[in-house]
């Protein structure tokens, strides 16, 4: 695709992890549609950290990719997690 001429619209990697079902989340994918001018909203960082199953071993690297890049304040980024019938409310950068 990229070796034939096209070009990726700069929200590419946004609209990726914001629509991509989570068991079919591809890290090559993401590493050659992911650029420097990415931006990325809190609905595509809270997906890929919490939703998104990839390799571990890139699971930091592109957390801290994407929250360097969120167009929002990650500190006040809080989700709800239900587990057993329970839920937790809690930021997702908590210490």
Do not use: W
Request: aromatic share 10%.
């Amino acid at each position: 695709m990229i070796q034939n001429g096209s070009i990726l619209r700069n929200d590419a990697a946004n609209v990726y992890l914001e629509n991509i079902p989570f068991d079919k989340f591809s890290d090559e994918l993401f590493a050659v549609i992911c650029t420097e001018g990415n931006l990325f909203s809190a609905a595509a960082l809270t997906k890929y950290l919490i939703e998104i199953s990839g390799r571990e071993s890139k699971k930091l690297e592109y957390f801290k990719f994407i929250a360097s890049r969120c167009k929002d304040d990650v500190s006040g980024i809080t989700v709800s997690i239900r587990h057993l019938e329970k839920e937790i409310n809690c930021n997702i950068v908590s210490k």
